[in-house]
């Protein structure tokens, strides 16, 4: 299998699992205890609750002809837009303890229609510059990932802190840019990223194409290299040297940006394609080895704190997101990166600005207005 299918693929499962992800954290926070209970350690007690809370959240019922339910039902938590979709903004940040600031490298905004289950999902590049505002203002030359921290972080909260506030303006400045509605937001830290790969093991990828890059410091040392293997094993974040030596860092694999990957030179549209493996390799590993049962209760349990999220906890969203993931459609056609040159455009300055117009006319395609929606509430 090439590259190009094998980054279609991951494509996919990486908005499976965004979204997946979201589900699984809402719905560790308000699984009902019996689920967890001795008696139930077959898995049936998670499968009869997973079945309950799914009719919770619409007006039809799961049976073995139809997995998928029709219509979402009114007065849920989850609220969608009033466009009658679910968007969410993913948010990847590099927050780490022993530096300062903020910046969201990984922006992604995924949308799903709730009647049909098509989804859409577009990746925002961290550079990307001259973006309008809510409120009428422009970014200027002020890249995306630093508007958060920049313009609406409160400068007086702890290092650690979340400024849910700041998230949420920051939210409707991408709604904004995209011309859409936004209406929730999930983020989580690399820090957090090392740690859920941890939590499941180690995940293995195919590496099609030899990464080295050697001005990467990790730790005391300097330069990685990943070798051209099938079924190479990645941890969280181990130590790594200079090649000869192996890197088998996930954190590493999905962070460099410089150096070489194959023939081509290593950036940051080449390591957002590393993300996506890491992420398929994730979700089969997770389906595999965990299965529907006490297995993948285990793993929702020790991941939901891994995720910031202003979406609700109760035991009703959770059946709301747990229904639309079960019904999700994904075509390649409905996945897009904003990258050069059909999105965005390099500036003399060497910054990179979107093509609006180009940008607009995809999002209001594929984050088209659902007919027959339901009233907010």
Known sequence: MGPRTARSRSSLLLTRLCLSLLAT?????????????????????????????????????????KRTTSRPRGGLPVKL??????????????WRPDSGGERLDVLMVATIDPLTGAAAIVSIPRDLSGIPLAGGSNSGG??????????????SLPHAALD????????????????????YWALTRFGTFANLVNTLGGVRVDIDEEVLDSSYHHGASRGVWFPVQEDYKLKGDPKCKPKPRKCHS??????SRK?????????????????????????????????????????????????????????????QLYALIEKMKLPQADMKVLAPATWAGLAADGSTKPRLDTIRDWVDKHFYRVKGRRDRG
Do not use: C, H
């Not at 968007?87 to 590099?94: E, N």
């Not at 996930?250 to 962070?255: D, E, F, G, I, S």
């Not at 890491?278 to 993948?296: P, S």
């Open 25 to 65: 954290v809402v719905l560790a926070g308000a699984l009902p205890t019996a689920a967890m209970s001795p008696p139930l350690q077959d898995g049936g007690g998670l499968r009869v609750a997973l079945d309950a809370m799914r009719q919770l959240a619409t007006d039809s019922r799961s049976n073995k002809r």
């Open 81 to 94: 837009g009033k466009d009658g979709r679910l968007t969410v903004l993913l948010i990847g940040s590099d």
């Open 142 to 155: 002020m890249p995306v990932n630093s508007i958060y921290y920049i313009r609406y972080r409160d400068p």
């Open 164 to 183: 849910r506030k700041g998230l949420k303006r920051f939210s409707k400045d991408i709604g904004t840019f995209l011309g859409t509605e936004i209406d």
């Open 250 to 255: 996930a954190l590493v694999y999905a962070r």
């Open 259 to 319: 150096g070489t990957m194959g023939g081509e030179l290593n950036n940051d549209w080449r390591r957002a394609e590393r993300q996506q493996d890491i992420v398929r390799a994730a979700v089969k590993q997770l389906i595999d080895e965990r299965g529907a049962g006490v297995g993948l209760l285990g793993t929702l349990l020790r991941v939901r704190d891994l995720v910031e999220t202003d979406l609700p906890k109760t035991t009703e969203a959770a059946g």
